[in-house]
């Protein structure tokens, strides 16, 4: 059974950079299709990006630019880079996959 635990989330200043992770158990994580949601108080769950295999990823139109995910096979982990963060920004950040999510892992921008 797939399980994933992000960590990596924390109190940065804005225009700072964060890298969250993702360790997969259960499955190799250059078979799956790895995606990245956030969730800032009061508001809807927002589709952040994906990858799939080593290098193919999307993201969502306001993350381009700023964010990057990328993947390590031997550590069987997905990453999402965040840079020139933005208050806006602040959500908790999940993993997921098949259907499968992450407990999430809590990122605040300071202004």
């Known amino acids: 059974q797939v399980q994933l635990v992000e960590s990596g989330g924390g109190l940065v200043q804005a225009g700072g950079s964060l890298r969250l992770s993702c360790v997969v158990s259960?499955?190799?994580?250059?078979?799956?299709?790895m995606s990245w949601f956030r969730q800032a108080p009061g508001k809807d769950r927002e589709f952040v990006g994906w990858?799939?295999?080593?290098?193919?990823?999307y993201y969502a139109d306001s993350m381009k630019g700023r964010f990057a995910i990328s993947n390590d096979n031997a550590k069987n982990t997905v990453y999402l880079q965040m840079n020139t963060l933005k208050p806006e920004d602040t959500a908790v950040y999940y993993c997921?996959?098949?259907?499968?999510w992450g407990q999430g892992t809590q990122v605040t921008v300071s202004s």
């Open positions: 990858i799939i295999g080593s290098s193919g990823t």
């Open positions: 997921t996959t098949g259907g499968i």
């Open positions: 259960g499955r190799t994580v250059s078979s799956m299709v």
